[in-house]
């Protein structure tokens, strides 16, 4: 696992029908051995319009949360694809279902 922690991999996020739709970032998948299974979203320009509503509704909440996990917020809200996460953050996301194991 060494290896794939630094390797450099360009952030994308994934929908795992086979999980129900859930999203899950690509190094886990890769980890977990299935992204075989799973269909590659790419960020595109509507991404980006639901990224920047999601920054602006976070920050005038006054709740931010690191930028990478609202590219994951936003590619979820986008695709009305729940987020696959332990982190609590994503429930301060307007429009996002989040859930656990």
Known sequence: MGELESAPIEFQATCDVAQGG???A????LAAGMLDRS????????????????RLE??????PIPANDVWIAALSRQHAFPVMSRDTHFDFVGGLRRRTW
Not at 26 to 29: C, H, K
């Open 58 to 63: 976070l920050k005038r909440a006054g709740t």
């Open 22 to 24: 859930a999203l899950l």
């Open 39 to 54: 269909t590659v979203l790419d960020i595109g320009i509507e991404t980006a319009r639901h990224y920047a509503a999601i």
């Open 26 to 29: 690509l190094p886990a998948l």
